[in-house]
T-cell receptor, first 115, second 108 residues
């Protein structure tokens, strides 16, 4: 199974600022995803981070608000831009490895609080 | 995304069985998964079932899949206080979608 490290694990941010979350995987993976989990809610897929090309965003999420980089097969970043209190959430990086079952592995998440 | 519904809360006594249900509206994935999220932690894969199967048993866990009714369930036998967590069903192939989550509370 993949080991995923996210930084920061938590942060308190001011309204209008931007924060970049880093995701490092201990092995090369084809598919990386970013999810958001708002307080008391389920996980919502933000985007698929594509290596060497622009991320693929889900409905309701746009690149200007959530720019994503994926420079190689082990690393990705998610930026939450121009934050508002509604962006207070846990942001989770996940990877899907090959093999028969292809399950998702998750990092511990980055808990952001926007004041 | 795909609609995947779960009951929000379940409370059981230690030693009882717990049954967590999930209803989904799309059936294009090869596998269906159950994840566990403990307070302040990430998601941990508990078990999975291949879409061609009706049942899978894995120690205290039993997964039942009814493809006709698009219904998935997770049964935890001899539930322990350490099983208290939020449980999510998940479905997908290139993209994964998650159910609303069921918070399981196990009383001693």
């Amino acid at each position: 199974s993949a080991v995923i490290s996210q930084k920061p694990s938590r942060d308190i941010c001011q309204r209008g600022t931007s924060l970049t979350i880093q995701c490092q995987v201990d092995s090369q993976v084809t598919m990386m995803f970013w999810y958001r989990q708002q307080p008391g809610q389920s996980l919502t897929l933000i985007a698929t981070a594509n290596q060497g090309s622009e991320a693929t965003y889900e409905s309701g999420f746009v690149i200007d608000k959530f720019p994503i980089s994926r420079p190689n097969l082990t690393f990705s970043t998610l930026t939450v831009s121009n934050m508002s209190p509604e962006d207070s959430s846990i942001y989770l990086c996940s990877v899907r490895q090959g093999g028969d079952t292809g399950e998702l592995f998750f990092g511990e998440g980055s808990r952001l609080t926007v004041l | 995304g795909e609609d995947v519904e779960q009951s929000l809360f379940l409370s059981v006594r230690e030693g009882d069985s717990s049954v967590i249900n999930c209803t989904y509206t799309d059936s294009s994935s090869t596998y269906l998964y159950w994840y566990k999220q403990e307070p302040g932690a990430g998601l941990q894969l508990l078990t999975y079932i291949f879409s061609n199967m009706d049942m899978k048993q894995d120690q205290r866990l039993t997964v039942l899949l009814n493809k006709k009714d698009k219904h998935l369930s997770l049964r935890i036998a001899d539930t322990q206080t350490g099983d208290s967590a939020i449980y999510f069903c998940a479905w997908g192939f290139n993209k994964f979608y998650f159910g609303s989550g069921t918070k399981l509370n196990v009383k001693p």
